[in-house]
């Protein structure tokens, strides 16, 4: 199984002197190509800084991070955003769509950032938010859309640049149970790919099943991994 | 990334027009106030600048500007004609006095009379014909000035003025510029004028005059200024010096303290909207920068916004400085008011200065954000 992102002896602490808190202790974790790889445990356990520090929007204090076999920490600042843009996808809770553009000029953001022009750029992220069932508010603002439409508009927006690795924070935490499970079905349809893996941090356990392996994260450390029965998507 | 730039300046519609609206604001401060200072200072050289012909003006040594004329004894005249060098020289008589219309008006005048053998100081016409000033007590006067003599009366050849106990009858409308005193610029034959300078026996005020072909104007001028007891002052310099005199009498005081307070509130608004603009789009600004906007595209984006806000804000606050120009200019008096062009270039330069101080202040917050801030909530 080839190995995404490689996570070894994680350490991040915040703050100094006194208040120190170590919120990653040790992390052994990994994640592979074509499989959809949940980061679940209690709220405050560090899973939201173990995926910060993953996506190299935060420095690991000591530990070994590898995405693709390249450590981001070693690439200057300029490389790395040139690497995120270019491999990474995200998904957040709060979708983090920009009020003033449409749903498909949102979801073309990572192409526009890459330098396409917006008309070429939409053009594309039309393509995919038919894909998720979202041609027909292609051209509507986010305030006009359920949240579960403004996700479905996030993860276009992931998926639009056909990143490597697609990362998401809690994607179902602010959806009632059908429109999460539309948005995970969805996930797990499209995202999912020989070429790319998934991590979703979640706490959601109606959604466990559609996961390829669970990590079990506690207190900073992960602390077991369940291997799910069904197969990975390797074509 | 342009385009994305617009779309989030345009979005909040209410911030949007309240950052153009302070640019205006302060836009049309500063060009109104400016223009007003300039114009008016301006105004302090036009009956100079109108007699296009000479090189110099000869003028009592004390003399500081063009209004604060003093006469010059009768072999001022004959003894600056003696000058080597000078190719010709006239005299000019201006001379400020009271004068009633036959409407019943009651009026202070600047009259300038002017050689009717060499026609030099006469005004260019709007209406009538200047040959008319060569009669005795003959006037033409200026079109600001005729509103102020004869206001709401259409021009009519053949209204008079009463002055002392001479009756002047005004037979056209020259085009003299606007003077910064904002009197009836009345011209008369010297003659005329002459008869009018009640208790003076001098004969002109200025003398002004050409240098021969070939010869440089500060030459003439050092040997005027050597060989007899006036002042010599070439056509520029005198206009100069009046602005200067102007200027040094606290006339701009008024005005600046005004265009500092546009200039003050123009920046404290619009940096402060700029500020609250990027406070409400952080959320915004972090997901673009995690989804690998560089800084130097945000810088961009911001520069464009701020030439945006800038371009839209001068546009409006120009327009209503201009119109505003307009509007005052009707009342004769501030007849003179424009606005200058440079008061414009300068006006933009300092809302481009102040809008990109703006987008720089608020660039440095959108780069001290954090990018993992982008899960929290
Ligand atoms: N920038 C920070 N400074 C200090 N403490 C932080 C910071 N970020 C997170 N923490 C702390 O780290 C712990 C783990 O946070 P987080 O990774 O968000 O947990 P989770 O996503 O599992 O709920 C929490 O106790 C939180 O208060
Ligand atoms: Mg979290």
Redo the contacts with the bound molecule.
């Keep these: 199984m080839i190995s995404a992102v490689t996570c070894h002896q994680v350490r991040k602490t ?2 100094s002197g006194d208040t120190v ?1 170590e ?1 990653l202790r040790g992390v052994e974790f990994s994640a592979h190509l074509g499989e959809m790889t949940f980061l679940v ?10 995926i ?1 520090v993953i996506a190299g929007l935060l420095n690991a204090s000591a530990g070994e991070v590898s995405l693709f076999g390249i450590h981001l920490p070693e690439l200057g600042s300029r490389e790395q955003i040139l690497f995120r843009r270019k491999n990474l996808g995200f998904v957040f809770q709060q979708y983090n769509l920009i009020p003033a553009l449409t749903a498909a000029e949102n979801a073309a953001m990572p192409l526009l950032a890459a330098g396409e022009s917006l008309k070429s750029a939409v053009n594309k992220s039309k393509v995919v938010l038919e894909r998720l069932g979202m041609g027909h508010r292609a051209d509507q603002l986010p305030r006009t859309l359920s949240g579960g439409q403004q996700q479905r508009v996030a993860l276009a927006r992931a998926l639009v640049h056909e990143p490597r690795l697609i990362i998401c ?2 994607p179902t935490a602010a959806l009632d149970h059908e429109s999460g499970e539309t948005v995970m079905q969805l996930l797990s349809s499209s995202a999912v790919h020989p070429d790319r893996a998934v991590v979703v ?1 979640t706490h959601d356990n109606r959604v466990f099943h559609y996961a390829n392996r669970i990590a079990h ?1 506690n207190d ?1 450390v992960i602390t077991h991994v369940e291997e799910k029965r069904h197969k990975p998507h390797l074509s | 990334m342009i385009a994305v730039a617009f779309k989030l300046l345009c979005y909040d519609k209410a911030k949007f027009v309240a950052m153009i609206m302070a640019i205006a604001l302060a836009a049309f401060l500063m060009q109104n106030q400016g223009s007003m200072l300039k114009a008016f200072l301006g105004m302090s050289g036009s009956q100079i600048r109108d007699v296009r012909e000479v090189d110099f003006w000869v003028m009592e040594p004390d003399t500081e500007c063009f209004d604060q004329a003093k006469p010059l004894p009768d072999k001022a005249l004959q003894m600056i004609r003696g000058i080597e060098g000078v190719a010709w020289a006239v005299p000019i008589l201006k001379l400020d006095t009271n004068g009633r219309t036959d409407h019943g008006k009651l009026r202070t005048l600047s009259i300038l009379g002017v050689d009717p053998s060499n026609r030099i100081g006469e005004p260019k016409m709007e209406k009538g014909q200047v040959e008319g000033i060569n009669e005795r007590n003959v006037a033409v006067v200026d079109p600001g000035g005729w509103a102020i003599l004869f206001p709401g009366i259409a021009f009519e050849p053949g209204r008079t003025i009463r002055v002392h106990d001479q009756w002047l009858t005004i037979c056209g409308i020259s085009s003299a510029s606007p003077p910064f005193t904002g009197l009836p610029i009345v011209h008369t034959s010297i003659f005329t004028a002459r008869e009018l300078n009640r208790g003076e026996s001098r004969s002109s005020t200025f003398v002004a005059g050409k240098c021969a072909d070939g010869r440089k104007v500060q030459e003439v001028l050092e040997r005027i200024n050597r060989l007899t007891p006036w002042q010599a002052l070439s056509r520029q310099d005198f206009m100069d010096q009046s602005y200067r005199f102007y200027e040094g009498q606290g006339v701009p005081m008024i005005f600046n303290i005004t265009i500092m307070i546009g200039l003050l509130v123009g920046t404290a608004f619009t940096a402060q909207t700029f500020l609250m603009f990027v406070k409400d789009n952080s959320r915004s600004l972090i997901t673009m920068k995690v989804m690998g906007v560089t800084h130097k595209q945000l810088a961009v984006m911001m520069a464009v916004q701020a030439a945006y806000l800038t371009f839209l804000g001068l546009a409006i606050g120009t327009t209503i400085a201009t119109l505003t120009s307009e509007f005052v200019r009707q009342i004769p008096f501030l007849r003179g008011l424009y606005t200058p062009v440079p008061v414009v270039l300068l006006c933009a330069a300092f809302m481009a200065g102040i809008a990109f101080l703006s987008a720089f202040i608020g660039f440095r917050r959108v780069l001290a954000m ?1 990018p ?1 801030d982008v ?2 909530s």
């Design positions: 915040f703050g808190i919120v445990g209690p709220s405050g356990c560090g899973k939201t800084t173990l910060s924070d809690e941090v994260m900073g | 954090q993992s899960f929290r």
